[in-house]
Each structure stands twice: as structure tokens, then as C-alpha cells.
């Protein structure tokens, strides 16, 4: 599935953005959002970012859409992969998209064809550059603005 651009959302509810685990570098909590500081000197070809266990399964029944605020800086290439994953026990959903590398982008996933987004259990937000390219030192993943819509304007 792809991961879709907007603009503008309605009736939505916010998701804590308090996440337990990062991947190949470290996450510090920036006012609502979070920054993960990727580790440049990890293998290239891994993915950097965050991941969220909900104590309790979260619903995504009414409201089917996934979102956040994404920003990427220090990517030796001009774009990155980007991938936003639910999971619901072993069961993964998975929405993918190559965006253009130190922009602020606003994007969501459906999960609304998903047949386990009543139960889904954790959240995984992971960024690499796009191609062979690595990252430089200091290169930063931004999250903000975690949230469930039911629905949003395509740009």
C-alpha cells in the first residue's frame, strides 16, 4: 500500500507520541513530536526509526487512517524510503512511499481495507535513504503529530 500526502484532516484523535523503541539511533522527545539522531556508522542498507507497543490494542475501525508529521534531514541522498507499519500480533500492515529528503511532509496510511485494524498492537515509522546512499553524521528523523483520521485531503 502507499503512503498518501495531505493537508488537511478531519475528526481526528491524537496517539500518544511517547515511543519505546528506536532503531540505529537514539530518540529524544522534542516538544509533541520526537527526534531520533540516527546512527550514520550502521549498516546502510538498515532502516532508522521508531516503533510504539500499546499496553491495550488501539481501534483504527472509525477511524481508519494513520498519520504524522515527517521531516528527514542528513540523508546523503536527495530522497528517502519511507515506511509506516501496524501490526496486530503477527500480522503486519505496511505502506510505503519515496519522499524528497529535508521537507516537512504530512502523511497517512488506510488501514481501512486491513481485515486487523480493530487490534493493532504497535506502531513502526522507519526512514532510509533512497538508493545505496547513506546518512550523514548528525542526520535526524522527525515525528510530530501522531494521530487516527477518518479522513484527510489528498495532495
Known amino acids: 500500500s502507499s503512503l498518501l500526502l495531505t493537508s488537511k484532516t478531519k475528526s481526528s484523535r491524537k496517539i500518544s507520541n511517547v515511543w519505546q523503541n528506536a532503531y540505529s539511533g537514539s530518540a529524544t522527545k ?4 520526537v527526534v531520533l539522531t540516527v546512527n550514520s556508522s550502521a549498516n546502510r542498507n538498515l532502516y532508522r526509526g521508531v516503533g510504539k507497543t500499546f499496553k491495550k490494542p488501539i481501534s483504527f475501525a472509525r477511524r481508519n487512517l494513520l498519520m ?5 534531514t542528513g540523508s546523503r541522498s536527495a530522497k528517502v524510503h519511507v515506511r509506516i507499519r501496524a501490526f496486530s500480533g503477527n500480522q503486519i500492515f505496511e505502506a510505503a512511499r519515496v519522499l524528497q529528503s529535508g521537507k516537512e511532509y504530512t502523511l497517512y496510511a488506510n488501514l481501512s481495507k486491513w481485515s486487523y485494524k480493530k487490534k493493532v498492537t504497535k506502531i513502526q515509522v522507519l526512514v532510509k535513504p533512497y538508493g545505496s546512499k ?3 553524521n548528525g542526520g535526524k528523523i522527525v515525528i510530530k503529530s501522531l494521530k487516527q483520521a477518518k479522513t484527510a ?3
Open 30 to 33: 522534542r516538544g509533541s513530536g
Open 134 to 136: 547513506g546518512w550523514e
Open 68 to 72: 504524522c508529521r515527517l521531516q528527514v
Open 153 to 155: 485531503a489528498k495532495t
